[in-house]
């Protein structure tokens, strides 16, 4: 008996690992040589091209394609209609499979609703991508990102939460809803440095 649900309506190719837990749902394709971690959710119409890696507890909202060349780490949260690319400069009349670029999205980052995320980058540890933004350039990690193309606009916790005007004694960051801290590099990067 399987682990995992597949609704009758998806294709899933051979050569698929699925992870315990996971449900697939409506007309959805998973293509041969994808794995997918445990206690995931890909909603109606999700597209997982070959050879994609998804880590546990990813949640895929309704279409969306996870081509060829894309990674989400563990937690990673993918909203509706949002896009990945992976080629830079596509014509039809021209194959350029061997030019895929890479994608890569770490733990815990979220993709806001009709997001495009432009190949060859990679969104940090709990990034918050804001809805229908446009991602041309690597995110850091905590980042909170928006705009077209995108720019860093302020930074959230990893429990999702702004940390704009949360200062704590020593001048770093402290999150206004689970209290854990952080503290800014010179080099304008965010970094947790422990709870609250």
Not at 13 to 33: A, L, P, Y
């Amino acid at each position: 008996m399987k682990e995992y649900f597949v609704h009758e309506s998806s294709y899933v190719d051979e050569g698929v690992r699925i992870g315990k837990d996971t449900k697939i749902w409506h007309f959805c394709h998973v293509m041969s040589g994808a794995t997918i971690g445990e206690n995931c959710i890909l909603g109606n119409f999700v597209f997982v091209g070959r050879g994609v890696s998804i880590g546990n507890g990813v949640k895929i909202q309704n279409h969306v394609s996870v081509f060829e060349g894309v990674t989400l780490e563990d937690g990673v949260f993918c909203g509706p209609s949002m896009t990945f690319t992976n080629v830079v400069n596509p014509r039809s009349e021209i194959e350029r499979k061997h030019e895929f670029k890479k994608t890569l999205v770490r733990r815990g980052a979220t993709i806001g609703a009709g997001a495009t995320i432009l190949c060859g980058t990679t969104l940090g540890l709990y990034a918050f991508v804001g809805a229908g933004a446009v991602v041309t350039r690597d995110l850091p990690d905590f980042a909170l990102a928006y705009g077209s193309p995108a720019r860093v606009h302020g930074w959230v916790c990893r429990c999702g939460v702004g940390l704009g005007g949360g200062e704590d004694a020593g001048g770093g960051l402290r999150c206004p809803a689970c209290d854990r801290r952080y503290r800014l590099s010179g080099d304008g990067r965010l970094a947790e440095v422990g709870p609250g």
